[in-house]
Antibody, heavy 119, light 106 residues
Framework: EVQLVESGGGLVQPGGSLRLSCAAS????????MNWVRQAPGKGLEWVSY????????YYADSVKGRFTISRDNAKNSLYLQMNSLRAEDTAVYYC????????????WGQGTLVTVSS | SYELTQPLSVSVALGQTARITCGGN??????VHWYQQKPGQAPVLVIY???NRPSGIPERFSGSNSGNTATLTISRAQAGDEADYYC?????????FGGGTKLTVL
């Protein structure tokens, strides 16, 4: 059974940093592209970042470019999101999502971790 | 950047057919995917590549895509289908979501 479990969320002050983790199991993690998708309270889904299976290709949404860094450790079956210079508008539930083999949609999602940016 | 437009809400009587649209410029040339999200839960893929159902998704869920509109159709709507539904496409190395549609089953 595919499982994605996020952790690392919490309350952080504006301008602060946070590192999210996603532990994957039930599939060959190193063969799949991965993404982070977020959802602000009461709002819709917003794609945040993508990383290829090897980690060699990375994309970011314009809203987080230059502030967030996605990475992965295939030996540890883990995905990460380093978030710096956090803003109030980054407040959201952050989901780890596996991409299908075409990389164009998300076939499995974690339960999410809440990040709150507030003073 | 590419934009997807969904109605904010759709209502359907129990047992009837609900149709949720997703509009985009020449969306028929793209693959459209649909997710269902119930309150407090993570999204679940219900349709991929316009009209394909993942395993475990009831046959009542179907999709189509042509011209400037993609449509998610839910036949014989049940109370358990009440949820937010999001369409999504891949465009130029970005993953774009529609704003979401709240489906109410009356």
């Amino acid at each position: 059974e595919v499982q994605l479990v996020e952790s690392g969320g919490g309350l952080v002050q504006p301008g602060g940093s946070l590192r999210l983790s996603c532990a994957a199991s039930g599939f060959t993690f190193s063969s799949y592209e991965m993404n982070w998708v977020r959802q602000a309270p009461g709002k819709g889904l917003e794609w945040v970042s993508y990383i290829s299976s090897s980690g060699s290709t990375i994309y970011y949404a314009d809203s987080v470019k230059g502030r967030f860094t996605i990475s992965r450790d295939n030996a540890k079956n883990s995905l990460y999101l380093q978030m710096n210079s956090l803003r109030a508008e980054d407040t959201a539930v952050y989901y780890c999502a596996r991409a299908d083999y075409s990389g164009t949609y998300f076939d499995y999602w974690g339960q999410g971790t809440l990040v709150t940016v507030s003073s | 950047s590419y934009e997807l437009t969904q109605p904010l809400s759709v209502s359907v009587a129990l047992g009837q057919t609900a149709r949720i649209t997703c509009g985009g410029n020449n969306i028929g040339s793209k693959n459209v995917h649909w997710y269902q999200q119930k309150p407090g839960q993570a999204p679940v893929l219900v349709i991929y590549r316009d009209s394909n159902r993942p395993s475990g998704i009831p046959e009542r869920f179907s999709g189509s895509n042509s011209g400037n509109t993609a449509t998610l159709t839910i036949s014989r709507a049940q109370a358990g289908d009440e949820a937010d539904y999001y369409c999504q496409v891949w465009d130029s190395s970005t993953w774009v979501f529609g704003g979401g549609t709240k489906l109410t089953v009356l």
